[in-house]
């Protein structure tokens, strides 16, 4: 039983929207907090007690600069069995019927071709499902390009991307992530699926990527990171190397087109669910 005790921060913003929620999400990577939930008009963030810190956040929330306001309060969460919270929140995501992608504690599933097991450490879900599934798909619909290769995965939270690419043959995955407790259990889930040997996971931002260059590379984040760091991406892929980007809303994949083009990239194909996109690129 994990017996953490945890605290909820609802964070107002006026005027609310989906993006201000996730511009807000993304601003606040120095914060610890484990995951986050959105329910209008308030970003909800989750944070063990004993690394929330009031006059930190009020600290950090003076220093954005972000056309919208946020106030804040915070409450404690009552001590619970955060497993039997996962086990009603996190539900089994079966990927065009080749990819299932479970938690410790899913027993008695469907085998697919590739099945990936994931042991959820965070006290709630993100419930953005639509984006890995994509993702994923993507990746599935690409064997010929992962199979052998060299493989980013890019903000790899639990590290599912990486673990697929790795099960599909992929030569050498690397997997980077903004939150040191992300890199540590990316690995631990890389060990959990057998695949640590072709996986290797690093604390850190998209400055890391002149490690080396990459075959493809994998980038579910949100739109401003991607804007921000597509131009980063495209110089660390090798020529006629791939992207795959999710993490926002169709209505901005102009925007991510665009910036992919002048970035050296040539746009391949889209896909959508649910308002959300995924786009593939190709090193020009």
């Given at each position: 039983m994990n017996s953490q005790e945890y605290i909820e921060v609802s964070m107002k913003i006026t005027p609310f929207s989906e993006e201000n929620a996730e511009i807000l999400m993304a601003e606040l990577d120095e914060i610890p907090f484990e995951s986050f939930t959105v329910e209008e008009p308030y970003l909800k963030g989750y944070i063990q007690k004993d690394n929330y810190s009031a006059q930190m956040l009020k600290l950090e929330l003076c220093g954005l600069d972000m056309e919208f306001a946020v106030d804040f309060s915070a409450t404690m969460i009552p001590p619970c069995n955060w497993n039997a919270v996962w086990e009603e929140q996190f539900t089994?995501?079966?990927?065009?019927?080749?990819?299932?992608i479970k938690a410790t504690?899913?027993?008695?599933?469907?085998?697919?071709?590739?099945?990936?097991?994931?042991?959820p450490k965070m006290a709630f879900g993100t419930g953005h499902h639509q984006t890995t599934y994509m993702m994923c798909r993507a990746l599935l619909e690409n064997e010929a390009a992962i199979k052998g290769k060299i493989i980013m995965d890019m903000g790899c939270g639990t590290a599912i991307l990486a673990i697929l690419a790795a099960k599909m043959g992929a030569a050498h995955t690397f997997g980077i992530d903004i939150d040191a407790v992300a890199a540590v259990s990316a690995f631990d889930n890389a060990r959990l699926n057998k695949v640590s040997r072709h996986v290797e996971t690093y604390c850190g931002d998209a400055s890391l990527l002149q490690m080396g260059k990459y075959d493809v590379l994998l980038a579910n984040i949100n739109r401003n990171i991607l804007l921000e760091d597509i131009p980063t991406y495209s110089r660390s892929l090798k020529k006629d190397g791939l992207l795959f980007v999710s993490g926002f809303y169709t209505e901005d994949l102009p925007m991510i087109s665009g910036m992919a083009e002048r970035s050296g990239l040539g746009f391949v194909k889209s896909d959508s669910m649910d308002n959300w996109c995924c786009a593939q690129f190709r090193k020009k």
């Open positions: 089994p995501i079966v990927v065009d019927g080749k990819c299932t504690f899913h027993k008695g599933l469907k085998r697919t071709r590739f099945n990936i097991t994931i042991d």
